[in-house]
C-alpha cells in the first residue's frame, strides 16, 4: 500500500507543480477591442484541491470573485457567473469561460460567453511587476504641469475612436456631453501630484483614470456612507475613509499623490486613503503597462462632469 501511494503521489505532483505556474498577479491586454483595455487576474491554489481567484472586470467594472477553476491538459480554464439576471431577462447572465495557456512566462487566452457562437476575444497577460517605490517623504516636486490650458483640448485626444467625440471648452470650463468618449492625456507620468478641479451635476457618475490604470471614482453621493463605488474611492478596490462629498452643482476638488503603488487621495480637503496599497488595475485601465509611465483618463462615457483644473506636478529623487 505504501509503495502504491508513494507512485500516485509522483504521478500528481509533477501534474500540481506545473499547475502552479499560473498562481500569482497577471496584468492583460485585450486583443482586437475597438477601445483600448486591460484586465488584471489573481490566482491563488492552482495545482491544489483549493484554488481561488479574482478578476478585474468582467461586468460592472467591478472586482469579481472567479467561480470555477480548473486546469485540463496543461490549459488554465476559469469562469465567472454575473451576478442577477439582464434588464428583461429573469434568467442568470451566461458565464464568461477564460481559457489560457502559459507560454515562456506568459499567458497566452480567450475569453468567450457560454452558449455565443461568435469568436472568443483574445487577451494575453504578463506578470504584474514587483513595485518597490514608497512615498517615504524622500520625493522632491518638479515642475507643475496645467495638462487643461482652460481654453481648449490641446494635450487631450479621445479613448475610444468610434465613439462621437463631444467635449468642449466654455468659459474655462472642460465639460462633455454623454454619451461620449473618455478622454486620455497625451503625456504620460510616473510619480506625481495631482490637483483637479471638478463638478457635477445630479446622478453624475465619472472618474479619473491614473497612468491609465487607476481610477479614482466621481460620483454623485453627498451624504451617502462611503463603500468601494463612492466618490475618491480607489473603484472597486479601496473605500475612503469618510465621504467628504460636497451636494451638486458645487466646485469639489481632488489632491492625488501617487508613488509606486502608495496612493493618497484628499477630497475637498478631507484625506480619505492614506499611502493605501494599489493591488493591480481598476476596469478604467486602456494598459496594462504597470512598470511604465502612463497617461491620466478622465471618464466621459457614463454622465456629466464638468473639470476647471488640472495640474500635475511630478515627484523625482
Not at 48 to 70: C, E, L, Q
Not at 242 to 271: C, F, M
Request: charged share 25%; proline share 6%; hydrophobic share 40%.
Amino acid at each position: 500500500m505504501r509503495t502504491l501511494l508513494g507512485v500516485l503521489l509522483l504521478t500528481v505532483c509533477p501534474a500540481f507543480s506545473a499547475d502552479s505556474g499560473f498562481n500569482g498577479r497577471w496584468d492583460i491586454t485585450t486583443v482586437g477591442e475597438g477601445r483600448p483595455r486591460a484586465w488584471w487576474v489573481e490566482l491563488t491554489g492552482v495545482g491544489t484541491p483549493s484554488p481561488s481567484g479574482k478578476f478585474v472586470s468582467a461586468y460592472a467594472g467591478d472586482m469579481n470573485v472567479i467561480d470555477k477553476i480548473s486546469v485540463e491538459n496543461g490549459e488554465l480554464v476559469f469562469a465567472i457567473v454575473p451576478k442577477g439576471g439582464g434588464a428583461k431577462a429573469k434568467q442568470p447572465q451566461a458565464a464568461r469561460i477564460y481559457r489560457a495557456q502559459l507560454v515562456d512566462g506568459k499567458l497566452d487566452g480567450t475569453v468567450a460567453v457560454e452558449g455565443q457562437t461568435r469568436p472568443p476575444t483574445k487577451w494575453k497577460a504578463v506578470r504584474a511587476p514587483v513595485i518597490n517605490e514608497k512615498d517615504d517623504g524622500t520625493w522632491k516636486e518638479g515642475k507643475p504641469v496645467a495638462l487643461f490650458n482652460g481654453k481648449d483640448l490641446t494635450g487631450w485626444k479621445a479613448l475610444n475612436s468610434s465613439a462621437e467625440m463631444k467635449w468642449s471648452v466654455k468659459d474655462g470650463v472642460l465639460r462633455n456631453e454623454p454619451p461620449t468618449t473618455d478622454i486620455v492625456s497625451e503625456r504620460s507620468f510616473w510619480n506625481y501630484k495631482l490637483h483637479a478641479d471638478f463638478r457635477i451635476v445630479e446622478h453624475s457618475n465619472s472618474g479619473i483614470g491614473l497612468r491609465g490604470r487607476y481610477e479614482i471614482q466621481i460620483l454623485e453621493d453627498y451624504g451617502k456612507p462611503p463603500n468601494t463605488h463612492s466618490a475618491a474611492a480607489l473603484y472597486s478596490r479601496i473605500a475612503p475613509s469618510v465621504n467628504a462629498s460636497k451636494p451638486v452643482g458645487e466646485w469639489q476638488s481632488y489632491d492625488i499623490r501617487l508613488v509606486g503603488r502608495q496612493l493618497t487621495v484628499v477630497h475637498n480637503g478631507i484625506k480619505v486613503l492614506d499611502k493605501v496599497e494599489i493591488e493591480g488595475l481598476t476596469a478604467i485601465a486602456d494598459n496594462a503597462d504597470e512598470g511604465e509611465p502612463g497617461p491620466f483618463i478622465v471618464q466621459g462615457d457614463h454622465s456629466y462632469v464638468e473639470i476647471k483644473s488640472f495640474v500635475v506636478t511630478p515627484l523625482m529623487h
